[in-house]
């Protein structure tokens, strides 16, 4: 039983530690998306 514990307390910190690392992957995916959105706008504008 306490092995369990503490396996599944483990587990839910890995999750967490990967939800967190999914995170900020996905807020730079977000800002290259804004990048990319940002550099297009300034090219019509040029043209």
Known sequence: MTR???TLSSLIRKNK???MRDRGQLE???K???DKHTTSKKVVQRV
């Open 4 to 6: 369990k514990k503490v």
């Open 17 to 19: 530690e990967e939800l």
């Open 28 to 30: 730079v995916i977000e």
């Open 32 to 34: 290259r998306i804004d």
